[in-house]
Structure formats: structure tokens, C-alpha cells
């Protein structure tokens, strides 16, 4: 069973802010994980955004900028990226991670479109 | 400017070796972890190999089954990936990064296994 999962896709219109979920395997408490999320365009390697565990334990990537913030939906066992106010460089996939069991997992992806 | 560099990507038959270099510049490169990412052509990140500042602590991804080793050299400020026993499903960009605190990744190393 996938540690990570992500939906493979979301579209949304610029301007509209985007809730990209990253759900963790039933089992795995998101309370306890902290989340990183990474942006990936094409061709060109992953870019740090930031890492959640909670309010006090947070970190946004240099220069990243704060339309882009985390969360998590305990209820969902999920954490979340949210982007707000979207523009068209937003266009691009997006990855969440964990460090689980001595090791990095990766979240499937999800590409992001902003029609 | 701080960056990683790989290189020593490129064609190799099934069953071949390949040794990974990763070059870092611009910062202290023994006072940070160093890891291992790949990602197949239109695929998702994989994380493969971690290794402490100093060494002692190494961590594989269980997917590698030992074939892979990774290794450092603080003086020539440099990490390694020895790549053994390759297989076809084993084409793909290799990223060596610093993902616990510094947060960056190289550009990538195309590795293609193929004969």
C-alpha cells in the first residue's frame, strides 16, 4: 500500500487558491510526521517549499513566497498545500515527504493547472 | 553560490556498473546529510540513499536490495553512488540533494540502461 497518496491532478483558475491534499497510509498518524513539500517544473530538479508539523513547528522555504503555506486535516490523516491566489508560474507538479522508518518516501505527485 | 553537481550518468548495458559523482560548492559540505534521489522518464521522485555528515549513519531504500552504495568524501567535498547490477527499470534522472536542513538539489544525471 502506498505510503503517500496524492491526487494525480488538479486544475484551477488563476487567482483561485488550490488545496493539494497528501494523504498517509492508514496506520502512519500524520500528528507525528513533519510534511515537506516540494514544486517540480519541467525539466528542472525539485524545488523546496516549505515542511509542516504544526503551528509552532514550521519553516518556509527561502523565498518562497507566503501564498504558499501548510497544514494538515487530522480527520483526513493528511497534510496539505495550500497556494493562494494562483498565477500561471504555479503550474507544475507537486510532491510531498516524509521521513518514515529511516528513510524518505516521496508522495505520488500532483500536477497542478492553472487554466 | 551554493549547488550540487552530478555527473557519471550515461549509458550502460543490463547488468553493468555505474559510479555517481555529486560535487558541492558554496557551503560547508561535511556539516550537512547528503542523499539520493532518482525519477524515471514522466515518473515520481524516489528517494534512494541517505548518509550523515560524518558516515556512520547510512540508510537504502529497501527497493535497492544492496545493489547501490553510498559513500563521501568530506575533503573533496564531494558524494558518491556506486551503482551495481543495473537494470532497465533503473533508467532514470539521478538528483543528489541535502534534503534534512539545506534543502537543495543538483541538476540531475541521466542514467539510461539499455542494450
Known amino acids: 500500500q502506498t505510503v503517500l497518496t496524492q491526487p494525480s491532478s488538479l486544475s484551477a483558475s488563476p487567482g483561485a487558491s488550490a488545496s493539494l491534499t497528501c494523504t498517509l497510509r492508514s496506520g502512519i498518524n500524520v500528528d507525528t510526521y513533519r510534511i515537506y513539500w516540494y514544486q517540480q517544473k519541467p525539466g528542472s530538479p525539485p524545488q523546496y517549499l516549505l515542511r509542516y508539523k504544526s503551528d509552532s513547528d514550521k519553516q518556509q522555504g527561502s523565498g518562497v513566497p507566503s501564498r504558499f503555506s501548510g497544514s494538515k486535516d487530522a480527520s483526513a490523516n493528511a497534510g496539505i498545500l495550500l497556494i493562494s491566489g494562483l498565477q500561471s508560474e504555479d503550474e507544475a507538479d507537486y510532491y510531498c515527504?516524509?521521513?518514515?522508518?529511516?528513510?524518505?518516501?516521496f508522495g505520488t505527485g500532483t500536477k497542478v493547472t492553472v487554466l | 553560490e551554493v549547488q550540487l553537481v552530478e555527473s557519471g550518468g550515461g549509458l550502460v548495458q543490463p547488468g553493468g556498473s555505474l559510479r555517481l559523482s555529486c560535487a558541492a560548492s558554496?557551503?560547508?559540505?561535511?556539516?550537512?546529510?547528503v542523499d539520493w534521489v532518482r525519477q524515471a522518464p514522466g515518473g515520481g521522485l524516489e528517494w534512494l540513499s541517505y548518509?550523515?555528515?560524518?558516515?556512520?549513519?547510512?540508510h537504502y531504500a529497501d527497493s535497492l536490495k544492496g545493489r547501490f552504495t553510498i559513500s563521501r568524501d568530506n575533503a573533496e567535498n564531494s558524494v558518491y553512488l556506486q551503482m551495481n547490477s543495473l537494470r532497465a527499470e533503473d533508467t532514470a534522472v539521478y538528483y543528489c540533494?541535502?534534503?534534512?536542513?539545506?534543502?537543495?538539489w543538483g541538476q540531475g544525471t541521466m542514467v539510461t540502461v539499455s542494450s
Open positions: 515527504m516524509i521521513w518514515h522508518n529511516n528513510a524518505y518516501v
Open positions: 548518509m550523515s555528515t560524518s558516515g556512520n549513519s547510512i
Open positions: 540533494a541535502s534534503l534534512w536542513e539545506l534543502h537543495i
Open positions: 558554496g557551503f560547508t559540505f561535511s556539516s550537512y546529510e
